[in-house]
Nanobody, 116 residues
C-alpha cells in the first residue's frame, strides 16, 4: 500500500529557508518512473501545484516560486525534496506531495508558516 509522508515544515521568518521532504513507501523501485509534484493549500482555496519533477529530472515551477524554490529527488530513498529560499508570507500553506497524475489520496501534508 502506497503511503506519502511529508515533513520539514515549520515557522520561519520572512526571507528564511526550509527544506521539505516527501517519502513514498510501498512503491518499490517503480518510484523512479513517477513524475512527482509538490502542492500547497491555504484555507478556503484550491490546492495549487507548486513544483514538479519528472522521471528524467526535468523540473517545472509555478511562476510565483521560480528562482526561490528547487525541487529534487533521490530515487534511492524514494524521496523528493523542496528547498524553499527567500520565503514570503504568501508561501504560508500546508504543503503536500503526490504523483503526477495523483495517486487518488493525499498525505497529511506539512505546515509552512512564514512570518512577516
Amino acid at each position: 500500500q502506497v503511503q506519502l509522508v511529508e515533513s520539514g515544515g515549520g515557522l520561519v521568518q520572512f526571507g528564511g529557508s526550509l527544506r521539505l521532504s516527501c517519502a513514498a513507501s510501498g512503491t518499490g523501485s517503480i518510484f523512479s518512473r513517477y513524475a512527482m509534484t509538490w502542492y500547497r493549500q491555504t484555507p478556503g482555496k484550491q490546492r495549487e501545484l507548486v513544483a514538479g519533477i519528472g522521471s528524467s529530472g526535468f523540473t517545472n515551477y509555478v511562476d510565483s516560486v521560480k528562482g526561490r524554490f528547487t525541487i529534487s529527488r533521490d530515487n534511492t530513498k524514494n524521496t523528493i525534496y523542496l528547498q524553499m529560499n527567500s520565503l514570503k508570507p504568501e508561501d504560508t500553506a500546508v504543503y503536500y506531495c503526490n504523483r503526477q497524475p495523483t495517486f487518488g489520496f493525499w498525505g497529511r501534508g506539512t505546515q509552512v508558516t512564514v512570518s512577516s
